[in-house]
């Protein structure tokens, strides 16, 4: 569980927090309330109650989070990855809104490169 991550989506991507609330018929401001909370305090200062919400639409946003899987410019199927995300790189993904594990992201970076061969030429 990664709550610098979740510390972040409280600043600037609360609406992923709604949108998760929503899909676990929560109500989006408890949800947002406890997300905040968590982040501060940590999961066990959470009540039994808010732990139940924490669970339902938190956790998933903040631990074992699944590559998005890498898709080529001109693959008309989008990658299918099945990889779990690195803890520690969370945030990063959140900051960057790119969710790619460490292979995913070697193969972006190769097809950014070879394009920008590509220009060069
Ligand atoms: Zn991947």
């Known amino acids: 569980m990664n709550?610098?991550?979740?510390?972040?989506?409280n600043r600037n991507n609360p609406e992923i927090l709604e949108q998760s609330a929503k899909e676990n018929v929560a109500d989006p401001e408890k949800v947002k309330g406890i997300a905040l909370f968590a982040a501060d305090n940590g999961y066990d200062s959470l009540s039994a109650n808010q732990k139940y919400h924490f669970d339902k639409s938190i956790r998933a946003l903040i631990e074992n989070v699944q590559c998005h899987g890498y898709t080529h410019e001109f693959d008309e199927t989008p990658g299918n990855c099945e990889?779990?995300?690195?803890?520690?790189?969370?945030?990063?993904c959140?900051?960057?809104?790119?969710?790619?594990?460490?292979?995913?992201q070697a193969q972006s970076a190769d097809d950014a490169h070879s394009k920008a061969k590509f220009f060069e030429d």
């Open 3 to 9: 709550l610098e991550a979740l510390s972040d989506i």
């Open 83 to 92: 990889a779990i995300l690195n803890d520690d790189d969370l945030l990063e």
């Open 94 to 104: 959140y900051q960057n809104d790119v969710f790619y594990c460490e292979s995913c």
